[in-house]
């Protein structure tokens, strides 16, 4: 794993004031586990009239990751993920439930069609964010390179 055993300056630099650092994004990762993909799923997928999401703590990973290091963020991340891809691929889902609705607190009705994709891009974007912020550690050691690397330019 890219992630499991890096050193403290690796998992905890970021990109300045209010960004987040590996450690910070994996921890984000966590809470959407716990909170966000499945239990809006749920909601989508059950018989209640009221399909209102909770809303998400986007800085909930800051108090909930207290205490903890990169390596446990990184064990729950994989079991909560396991889990949830269990709990997923038990659905059977087919057209039907792929469109059924939720209500997203910012966006208003979301169907679970796009709660899934937004699952997948959101666990790229935040690839590309640990990319970024770990390469923005030797923007200065790279010199003239920085021209050929795309991931400085940010």
Not at 35 to 48: G, N, Q
Not at 98 to 124: A, C, K, Y
Request: charged content about 25%; aromatic content about 10%.
């Amino acid at each position: 794993m890219l992630l499991q055993n890096i050193a403290a300056p690796w998992s905890h630099s970021n990109e300045g004031e209010n960004t987040w650092s590996p450690f910070d994004i994996i921890g984000h990762l966590v809470h959407g586990e716990k909170t966000d993909w499945i239990p809006r799923m749920k909601i989508i997928l059950s018989d209640v009239t009221d399909k209102r999401f909770e809303p998400f703590d986007r800085f909930a990973q800051i108090r909930e990751s207290t205490g903890k290091n990169l390596n446990q963020l990184l064990m729950e991340f994989e079991f909560l993920r396991m889990e949830n891809i269990r709990f997923l691929k038990q659905q059977q889902l087919n057209e039907d439930a792929l469109n059924r609705m939720g209500i997203h607190p910012e966006f208003g009705p979301v169907s679970l069609r796009q709660l899934l994709s937004t699952w997948v891009v959101h666990d790229l974007d935040h690839c590309a964010q640990i990319f970024r912020v770990m390469a923005q550690q030797y923007k200065h050691e790279t010199g003239p390179w920085q021209a050929y690397l795309p991931v400085l330019k940010i």
